[in-house]
């Protein structure tokens, strides 16, 4: 079956703008998770989904956000863009809570502000 | 929150002989522990994890052991190979699961040939 499938794999954006990241998990998956990874501070937990609702959030400032859609498919938003979040987003998907069945990474998506 | 802490952070051994990488972890809560492969560009894999009920886990040349009165944790990689060249990274989960993972900031494994 298909993998978790993240657009777009690079982005280049200005300081100030915003950008929406995707993520398609792997069919009959209904939880979602984002963590940005980063050279310095490693990968980080951004927010999880299940069903269309934030079950968790991670210690990011409000410009990070997301949802998720009736199909399971996931958005994550940054607004305000500044040069700290460049990195690379990644994906997780999951049966459910991460404890109980783990996670599948998708590629990511390299993010760079400039 | 939890913390996990990972050690070493680059670790470079001869083709054949075994790898150990350290995690130990800061919430007494914490019941799930994976590691994941990274390799260069790509994506990170969970290579094997060990839930809070065993103590010791083992797939081919790859095995986990958990101490949770002392709270750490180990991969052990026998026999190494030069696909076995990447960064590894332990996690726990935090909170009981409450708050996603919380990853080592991970160990760069070089095989010299």
């Known amino acids: 079956k298909a993998g978790v499938t993240q657009t777009p794999r690079y982005l280049i954006k200005t300081r100030g703008q915003q950008v929406t990241l995707s993520c398609s998990p792997i069919?009959?998956?209904?939880?979602v998770s984002w963590y940005q990874q980063t050279p310095g501070q490693g990968l980080q937990f951004l927010f999880e989904?299940?069903?269309?609702?934030?079950?968790n959030k991670g210690n990011f400032p409000g410009r990070f956000s997301g949802r998720q859609f009736s199909n399971s498919r996931s958005e994550m938003n940054v607004s305000t863009l500044e040069l700290g979040d460049s990195a690379l987003y990644l994906c997780?998907?999951?049966?459910?809570?991460?404890?109980?069945?783990?996670?599948?990474f998708g590629s990511g998506t390299r993010l760079t502000v400039v | 929150g939890e913390n996990v802490e990972q050690h070493p952070s680059t670790l470079s051994v001869q083709e054949g002989d075994s790898a150990v990488i350290k995690c130990t972890y800061s919430?007494?809560?914490?019941?799930?522990f994976p590691w994941y492969k990274q390799e260069l560009g790509k994506r990170p894999q969970l290579i094997i994890d060990?839930?809070?009920?065993?103590g010791e886990k083992k797939d081919q040349r790859i095995a986990v052991t958990l101490n949770k009165t002392a709270k750490h944790f180990s991969l052990h990689i026998t026999e190494t190979q030069p696909e076995d060249s990447a960064v590894y990274f332990c996690?726990?989960?935090?909170?009981?699961?409450?708050?996603?993972?919380?990853f080592g900031k991970g160990t760069h494994l070089i095989i010299q040939p």
């Open positions: 997780a998907s999951s049966q459910g809570q991460a404890t109980n069945y783990g996670y599948t």
């Open positions: 069919s009959g998956h209904r939880s």
């Open positions: 989904y299940f069903s269309e609702t934030q079950r």
């Open positions: 919430d007494s809560a914490s019941n799930y």
């Open positions: 060990i839930r809070s009920n065993v």
């Open positions: 996690a726990a989960d935090s909170g009981g699961g409450a708050d996603g993972l919380t």
